[in-house]
Each structure stands twice: as C-alpha cells, then as structure tokens.
C-alpha cells in the first residue's frame, strides 16, 4: 500500500508542476503580448477575443521554441528577449514614421540605420512600461527554471509531448490565420494603421502584414487579360498630342502644409511663393502613407501604380523593376534622356539597384554630390543644394528633350535639431511638446519654398520650354499628434500633400484641385501636352469620374462621395478595370500587355516597341 500511495503522490506532483508550469509559461506569453501592446502605444488591450488570440499565438511560438529546446523557461527567454528590443523600437518607429514595424522593415534596415541621426529618443511612459513588464516577464522565468530544474523526461513521452504541441499549434494557427475563412478577419487594413493593430494586436497584425508581402500584389477578383485590353482600347482616347518640352519630377520629402490640419490662422505663412501661383497651377495630392513612407509615395508617381494592391510590401524593396513601366520607360520611347538622383546613399530603398533598372540614363547618389549645403546643424542637404546639381547636370544633357527626377531629403526628421534662434519661421502659438518641432518644420518649408522659386525663376529665362511637377510625399510623424480624433476627414488631411505644376509656357490643361499621386504622371503629360499611352490616357478619363484613388480601401468620386473599392458605385467597373491595369503592370504572376503602356503608335519607334 504504502509503495503505490508513494508512487501514486509521485504522479501527482509530476501532473501538479506540469499545469504550474504550463500556467506559468502562459503568464509568460501574456507578459510579452503586454509588452508589444505597450510599445504600439496601445495600453488597453485588444478585447478579450483578441487579447486571447494575441497570446495564445505567442505561447504557440514559444512552444515551437520549446518544441527544440524541452525547457519552457529557455523558450520564454528566446522569445521575450528579442521582443523587448522590438517594442522598444516599435514605440520610436510609431513615434516618428507613424507606422508600426514589419516585416517589410527587415529589408529597409540600411535605410534606418542612415537617418538615425537626425533624431531624439527620449524616455516616455511607454518605454518605461515596457521595461517594467519585460522584468516581471523575468520573475516569471526564474520560476519556470525552479520548476524545471533538474527535470527529466523519458524519450517516449518528449515524442508524444513534441507532437501535441506540433499538432496543437498548427491547428490553431491554420485555423486563425491561414484558413480559406480564418477566425481572424484575413483583410483588416483600411484607412488608419490603429483601427487593425489597436483591434486586433500587434502580433496578428503583423501576421496579416506577413502574408500580404508573400503574396506581393493582390490579384482583382475579376481580373482578365483579354477584356482588360478591350475595356482600355475602348474607353481610352486616343492621343494625338507630341508636344516634348524637358519635364522635370520632384519628389519633396516631407513637404506638407499644416494649415490642411491645423488652425495656423495668425502665423506667417511658411511658403509665400507657392500661395501666390494661380490655381490653375496646384493643388493637393492624396499620398499613400502618413508620417513616412517615402518609398510608396515615390513607386506612385513615378509608374502610377496604386498600393492598394500591395499593402504588405515597400515596392523597392520586393518588386522587379528590369523592363517595367514607368514615366522614366514611356518618355524614352519618345526620344527623352533621363537623370534620376537623390542625396543619400544608394542601398536606402535598394533605389541603387532599382534606379538603373527603371532605365536612368544617369544616376546621382550622395556620394556623386560631393560637399553639401545644410540648414543649421540639421544632416541632410538642402533643396537649394540639390536644385543647383541638377541645373549643373541639367545644362549638359544635350539637344534631346530632357527628363529628370529628383527625391529631396531636406525636410526630413527630426524637426528639433537647431537652437530656436535659427528657427526661419516663429511659430506664436501653443502646441504643446510639439513647438519646436513645428517652429523647425515651418522653416524647413519656407527653404523648400524659397527653392522652389528660385528653380522657376532660373527656369524661366530659359529657351527651352519646360514643365516642373513637384509634389510632397507624406506629412511630417508629428503631424498626428497635432490632432485629437482621427475621423475621414482627418485621415485624408493626414495623408494630403501639396502638389504645382508649373511651366514656362502656357500648360493645356489646369491641374485638379484634389487628386491622387498616381495620376500625377498622366496629369503633368496631359498638361504638357505630351503624347501618352492608352494606360496614362484611360487613368485621365478616370480622374474626371474619380479623382482620388487612395492606398487605404477607398475612392472618392467627383461629386466628393466616398467609396470602398468593394462597394457598389456608378464607377466601380471603371475603378477595377485601373487596379486590373496596375496588376498587368506590376504582378510578376501577370502575362504583361505591353502595348496598354507603350506610347499612341505615332512613329516606328512606339511600333517596334509594342512588337517587342
């Protein structure tokens, strides 16, 4: 009696710290999970569904973990460890790009890493929080290790063990995640990044964000080849135009206009010179992003190709650039040379690889332009620098029409570099811990302004006829800050840029008032007069319908509705047959129709192009 009640207690205490430890290593994961919410600037959970789902994901990779190592206090730490760096830098990412990190990141390291200069990090609640929870993680473990010490396991129940768990997780995952109709909505991205991380949680977000950059761009759901091409040919007209001034694309990083968000009434204008060009020369451009994204805004206008269908990805660094359409391919079939530049290194956004293969004829990078011009202690060269290399360049490109295209880095952040004394632009008024970051940004656009007007003063004293598009890629990071309740309304003034299009001679057209940064290229050859293709043709019938394609699930007509790309309209056929053209032209699973691209055929070599 006595060896069977001992033997009986031994079983007991076994089972006793196996559900110990099992709870304890679910405390764990609950711990971590606390720890990405925290660092996503999101302290009050996700509902109690999610938050289960939350952690019940990450307890199914430190059982992955546990799966090699048959100890759960290792697991937590492998887990915990790296996570706790991560929310860190999540906290800062949101804190001046205004965008959680993703996976997509990994690509843009190098990116990172050459900017981190110009910014502060200071010590916030948040971080703190984050440090506080990750040592309560700690405790945590240090049980787990008291637990498990010394523990030992028969190889017949590790196998049995090991396959519960492999079965386990991948039933749970599969099931919330990957199935045909997943327990986790499969597309929760729309028109603000906190309305899926702040619902659903960081991790499956971020699992979300996963499988949209495996499966790069997103295939229309009625999408075909052969009544894409006649849907074009038919509703595009035909452009007999062949006008082919020298055109000239800036890309102006961080150029924005706080009066589109804020009341600015009383404070000086940071961009006197741009408000005084007539109407009928600027406008606003709807951008892809908020606080960053560079990259999305500048693979918009240069092949006026949406996001929309690619949201998981950084389009630079994952899609395939050798023979795609672009302005850069549709001007040098029409007898252009081409510059293309930018002042930072070359491995940022992998343009030093994608540049050449857009078709360039000539590249700059920083290190082409030697000893730059800045303002203050600020890192990055100014406008009226890289204004001044292109014109040198400019003069040298011959006789041919000429294109250029340059992305400015002037205005990038941080805005709390320089001692108030070297503010251009005094701000009066009270924004809180964001005043000097206001003061600092206002002057940095007045510069860009002032630029700008010396640009077109050289420009126009010249005999060639030329057209200048310059547009802003996304507001400042700081710019949510400024406001309290993101409704539409605000989230399209967070994502609104200014746009001019200017020329020294008189354009064709006027530009629209409020438009999308795809549609930037076929407007400025419109305006130009420029022959186009049937793609650039079609998407300038469309913005007289829809003048605003957004990358956040929406569209807005011209009688200023607003539309998801899967609601009934009067313009959703119009609206898919243009994401079905940026599918032909970006997918690499797409059979290409090229001749949609091409130039109208109006001499040999639009001809020979389209038989290629």
Request: aromatic share 14%; glycine share 6%.
């Amino acid at each position: 009696m006595k060896g069977i009640y001992e033997k009986g207690k031994k079983v007991f205490l076994n089972n006793r710290n196996g559900i110990i430890t099992f709870l304890y290593a679910l405390l764990n994961a609950a711990l971590i999970y606390y720890c990405l919410e925290l660092g996503n600037k999101n302290p009050f959970f996700n509902g109690i569904f999610y938050t289960g789902i939350n952690i019940l994901t990450i307890f199914a990779v430190m059982a992955a973990v546990f799966f090699f190592v048959q100890r759960w206090w290792i697991s937590s730490l492998v887990v915990s460890i790296p996570v706790l760096f991560l929310s860190i830098a999540n906290y800062y990412t949101l804190l001046y790009r205004n965008s959680p990190i993703s996976t997509q990141d990994l690509h843009n390291v190098g990116t990172t890493l050459s900017v981190l200069g110009g910014y502060k990090f200071p010590l916030s609640f948040f971080v703190v929080a984050v440090i506080v929870v990750f040592v309560l993680s700690l405790a945590v473990t240090r049980q787990l290790y008291v637990h498990e010490k010394g523990k030992k396991f028969s190889l017949k129940k590790v196998l049995v063990q090991n396959l519960c768990i492999a079965v386990l997780c991948t039933l749970f995952m599969h099931s919330v995640y990957f199935a045909k109709e997943p327990i986790k909505p499969r597309n929760t991205f729309v028109w603000s990044w906190e309305a899926s991380y702040h619902s659903y949680g960081f991790v499956a977000s971020s699992i979300e964000v996963f499988q949209n950059s495996v499966n790069m761009v997103n295939r229309p759901e009625n999408y075909s080849e052969d009544t894409l091409s006649e849907d074009v040919m038919m509703l595009s007209k035909k452009d007999e135009k062949d006008a082919r001034p020298d055109i000239i694309f800036i890309l102006n990083e961080t150029f924005y206009d706080l009066r589109d968000l804020v009341d600015m009434e009383g404070e000086p204008s940071a961009m006197p010179f741009i408000d005084s060009l007539p109407k009928k020369q600027k406008g606003k451009v709807v951008v892809a992003g908020t606080g960053g994204g560079t990259n999305k805004s500048e693979y918009e206008l240069l092949t006026s190709n949406s996001i929309q269908l690619m949201p998981g990805i950084t389009p630079f660094n994952y899609l395939e650039f050798e023979n795609s359409n672009s302005i850069v391919s549709h001007l040098e079939q029409l007898g252009y040379k081409t510059w293309g530049a930018h002042c930072a290194v070359p491995l940022n956004y992998s343009r030093g690889i994608v540049y050449p293969q857009l078709g360039f004829d000539k590249i700059m990078f920083s290190e082409d332009f030697g000893t730059i011009s800045k303002y203050g202690k600020r890192s990055y060269a100014t406008d009226e620098f890289c204004y001044g290399k292109m014109i040198e360049d400019y003069e040298k490109m011959g006789d041919d029409p000429r294109f250029m295209y340059l992305l400015t880095i002037q205005n990038h952040g941080g805005w709390d570099t320089n001692p108030d004394e070297e503010d251009i632009v005094k701000v009066s008024k009270d924004f809180g811990e964001n005043t000097d970051d206001v003061a600092e940004f206002q002057s940095c656009i007045s510069l860009s302004d002032k630029a700008f007007e010396e640009l077109t003063d050289y420009f126009s004293k010249s005999e060639r006829p030329v057209v200048i598009c310059m547009v802003g890629d996304h507001a400042p990071s700081f710019a949510r800050e400024l406001v309290d309740n993101i409704d539409i309304e605000k989230t399209f003034a967070l994502r609104t840029t200014p746009y001019v299009i200017w020329a020294n001679f008189e354009l064709q057209t006027d530009v629209p008032e409020i438009t999308s940064m795809p549609y930037l290229a076929p407007i400025t050859l419109e305006a130009a007069g420029c022959r186009q293709s049937p793609f650039y043709s079609y998407m300038n019938e469309l913005k007289s319908d829809v003048p605003v394609i957004t990358a956040f699930n929406l569209y807005k007509t011209v009688d200023n509705k607003l539309f998801k790309y899967s609601d009934e309209s009067p313009y959703k056929e119009k609206v898919e047959t243009y994401l079905e053209l940026t599918y032909n032209n970006a997918s690499p699973k797409a059979k290409r129709l090229q001749n949609l691209f091409m130039p109208w055929k109006a001499d040999k070599t639009a001809e020979e192009g389209e038989k290629k």
